[in-house]
Every structure is written in C-alpha cells, then in structure tokens.
C-alpha cells in the first residue's frame, strides 16, 4: 500500500471509522480520450510517518503540475498543531481540477520550511499505455524524506485551493 492515494471523496462516519470512494491507483484513465479532461473534486489522502514534527501551526502546500511544468492546483493550509504519535494524516482536495494532456503529473507536498514529499500521478485516456506515459522520464521521480504507510488516515487536516 502506498503512503497516498487519490479519490473522489473522503468522510469519516459516525463511528470514527474513514470511507473513502472512487479510489484511483497512481494512473488514472480517462475513458473519452478527450483532454482537457476534467474532475469535479478529487482529494489526495497522505499517511504519513514523520519525524522530528515541530511544524505544528505551520505552513503546508500541496501542488500538482502538468508534464510541461505548469501548476494546474495548489493548496496552501496549515500543519495540525499536535500529531497522534508520529502519524501525519492529510485530506487535501483538489476543486475542478483540470488535465490538459495525458502524461505524468508531478505532485508535490511541503510541510512547514521543508519540501518533503513528491511523486507521480499518471493520466492517460483508454488504451494508453503505461509505457507512452513512463516514456517521458527515465529517472525515478518518487522522492521523500517523509516514508511509510501508517494506520487509516484520520481527517488531521483540510484544505480546499482557492
């Protein structure tokens, strides 16, 4: 399991317990083909073990950008102010979020002063290929100082793009 996942929506219910809907794997599919393809909401969820956490009350962005480099969302929020153990659990939802092209989206997470996370969201429409899109790069483009899967996120924090 990986240490984040997007979907279409993120509650918890009355018994604390999280639900999540519409989860996507890190390649998402399209299936008109047609780009700019577009969502309505999607939230990446993070569970995250962090160490030496003293950027309680602080600063965090979130940004995901298009193959060209562009920033097609950015979410800026604040850090929750207390952690249960070393645990960071993050919902951060993305409003009308718009791909311009298939390709891989790199996503982008800083915590207080530091960049601490980033990986890749991959899009294509029905029968690309995973190879088209892995093409692009030949590096790894999956970086973090912050690793781990940890237990069920907990809804620590929010943050809607202005």
């Not at 969302?73 to 952690?83: A, Q, V």
């Not at 993050?90 to 718009?98: E, I, K």
């Not at 294509?124 to 995973?130: A, K, R």
Request: proline content about 7%; charged content about 20%.
């Amino acid at each position: 399991m990986r240490d984040w996942f997007p979907c279409d929506l993120a509650r918890q219910d009355c018994e604390e317990k999280m639900l999540y809907v519409g989860v996507y794997t890190d390649h998402i599919v399209f299936p008109t083909g047609q780009f700019p393809a577009s969502v309505v909401q999607m939230v990446f969820v993070f569970r995250l073990k962090v160490a030496n956490y003293s950027d309680g009350g602080g600063p965090l962005t979130f940004s995901v950008t298009d193959p060209s480099g562009s920033t097609i969302s950015k979410i800026d929020g604040r850090l929750p102010n207390e952690l249960a153990g070393d645990r960071l659990n993050l919902h951060l939802t993305a409003r009308n979020l718009s791909f311009p092209l298939p390709g891989r989206y790199q996503l982008y997470l800083g915590l207080g002063a530091d960049f601490v996370w980033k990986d890749v969201l991959k899009v294509t429409g029905p029968g690309g290929s995973l190879s088209d899109v892995e093409s692009e790069s030949s590096s790894s483009d999956s970086e973090s100082r912050v690793v781990s899967v940890e237990e069920r996120a907990r809804p620590d924090s929010s943050s809607t793009p202005p």
